[in-house]
């Protein structure tokens, strides 16, 4: 079983004397692939222990999350306006607010 690396890792594996089996995804396998992704970037943040793990996972994240906005013909500044945007609406996460429920 495969999985979606970042473009230099073939690269980075024969610099090690290795050689990567590696071929091209169309772009439907590369959507796919990118959600598959994403959820492993987030478990990997899930795990992190410590402020620089939790950087350097967030950090793949951030760069999954470009990617799959590039499949869509947008960018990261789309996604800071849209976060933004969503702040301004919504507000954002720093009264750490539970919501157990609502009342009918």
């Not at 789309?78 to 945007?85: K, M, V």
């Given at each position: 079983?495969?999985?979606?690396?970042?473009?230099?890792?073939?690269?980075?594996?024969?610099?090690?004397?290795?050689?990567?089996?590696?071929?091209?995804?169309?772009?439907?396998?590369?959507?796919?692939?990118?959600?598959?992704?994403?959820?492993?970037?987030v478990?990997?943040?899930?795990?992190?222990?410590?402020?620089?793990?939790?950087?350097?996972?967030?950090?793949?994240?951030?760069?999954?999350?470009?990617?799959?906005v590039?499949?869509?013909?947008?960018?990261?500044?789309?996604?800071?306006?849209?976060?933004?945007?969503?702040?301004?609406?919504?507000?954002?996460?720093?009264?750490?607010?539970?919501?157990?429920?609502v009342?009918?």
């Amino acid at each position: 079983m495969g999985k979606l690396v970042r473009d230099r890792i073939p690269d980075l594996i024969r610099a090690d004397g290795r050689t990567p089996r590696v071929r091209t995804l169309n772009r439907a396998e590369l959507r796919t692939a990118l959600y598959a992704k994403l959820a492993e970037e987030v478990d990997e943040l899930r795990a992190a222990a410590g402020r620089d793990a939790v950087i350097e996972e967030a950090a793949d994240i951030l760069e999954v999350l470009t990617a799959i906005v590039g499949e869509y013909d947008a960018d990261l500044d789309g996604i800071i306006d849209a976060a933004r945007a969503k702040r301004t609406h919504r507000g954002g996460f720093d009264m750490r607010l539970w919501l157990d429920g609502v009342e009918p």
